[in-house]
């Protein structure tokens, strides 16, 4: 293998490992762990540092997340394997001819690296775009229309703002106008926005009624979140 080579396989397989961390990160988040929470354990896991026992405790509690975290852990072995070969190997090409230009070249490669990272995590039409089809991906291969999938995307002390994406309509919202529904008296949770066909944005009011394939922008607690809207067989 060239230095030239080894240069450009490292370059692609740190792409490829920047990306498998934002794909488990929104994995993660679909099993209703916040962005920041989320990015935290697949970093950990994906870098085989490991988290605290606290931290653990959101990953053992679910079924899904701990198979998600054993599929991220093994992903994480196979990288740190693979990307200390490659530098041994580009350090072995090495020769003080050639030297000068190879730093340069990795030098580029990073900084190429940096600003594909910063256009996927800061530019929203990247990220946003990037983010859907994840979702879709993992929606459908991870939860099967068993319930619905949770993405938080706020914290209010008590009180969250969430995502949830229907594919399993709780029985007592089908056919039934919100004004009628006991989403607020028995639950206290308050529907903020209703995304539908293509993410079209549905007036809120009474007379609406939720449907499957509907995502739901909601506010409450996340205890009656789950309560409502997720099986609870599916996070143990």
Same mark, same amino acid.
């Given at each position: 293998?060239?230095?030239?080579?080894?240069?450009?396989?490292?370059?692609s397989l740190m792409l490829t490992y920047l990306l498998i961390c934002e794909i488990f990160t929104i994995l993660f988040r679909l099993t209703g762990l916040?962005?920041?929470?989320?990015?935290?354990?697949?970093?950990? !896991? /994906?870098?085989?540092?490991?988290?605290?026992?606290?931290?653990?405790?959101?990953?053992?509690?679910?079924?899904?997340?701990? +198979? #998600?975290?054993?599929?991220?852990?093994?992903?994480? &072995? @196979?990288?740190?394997?693979? @990307?200390?070969?490659?530098?041994?190997?580009?350090? !072995?090409?090495?020769?003080?001819? &050639?030297?000068?230009? #190879? @730093? /340069?070249?990795?030098?580029?490669? @990073?900084?190429? /690296?940096? =600003?594909?990272? &910063?256009? $996927?995590?800061?530019?929203?039409?990247?990220?946003?775009?990037?983010?859907?089809? %994840?979702? +879709? =991906?993992?929606?459908?291969? !991870?939860?099967?229309?068993?319930?619905?999938?949770?993405? %938080?995307?706020?914290?209010? +002390?008590?009180?969250?703002?969430?995502?949830?994406?229907?594919?399993? $309509?709780?029985e007592e919202l089908i056919n039934i106008q919100l004004k009628d529904s006991n989403i607020r008296s028995n639950y206290n949770l308050q529907i903020l926005?209703? #995304?539908?066909?293509?993410?079209?944005?549905? =007036?809120?009011?009474?007379?609406?009624? $939720?449907?499957?394939?509907?995502?739901?922008?909601?506010?409450?607690? $996340?205890?009656?979140?789950?309560?409502?809207?997720? +099986?609870?067989?599916?996070? /143990?």
């Open positions: 293998m060239s230095a030239d080579f080894a240069i450009l396989a490292f370059f916040t962005e920041e929470t989320a990015r935290f354990q697949v970093i950990s !896991m /994906l870098t085989t540092c490991g988290f605290t026992t606290v931290e653990s405790e959101l990953i053992t509690s679910s079924r899904k997340r701990r +198979k #998600l975290a054993f599929i991220t852990i093994l992903f994480g &072995y @196979i990288f740190s394997v693979t @990307i200390v070969s490659m530098v041994i190997n580009f350090f !072995m090409r090495l020769n003080d001819g &050639y030297s000068f230009q #190879l @730093i /340069l070249k990795a030098i580029l490669a @990073i900084i190429i /690296l940096i =600003i594909i990272w &910063y256009a $996927l995590l800061r530019v929203n039409f990247v990220k946003n775009n990037f983010d859907k089809f %994840i979702s +879709k =991906i993992g929606i459908k291969t !991870m939860f099967k229309n068993q319930h619905n999938p949770i993405m %938080i995307l706020g914290i209010f +002390k008590s009180e969250v703002i969430a995502e949830i994406t229907i594919t399993n $309509l709780p926005t209703i #995304l539908r066909d293509n993410d079209s944005t549905i =007036i809120v009011n009474g007379e609406s009624i $939720l449907k499957t394939d509907d995502k739901v922008i909601i506010f409450g607690s $996340l205890k009656n979140i789950k309560k409502l809207f997720v +099986k609870e067989k599916d996070f /143990l």
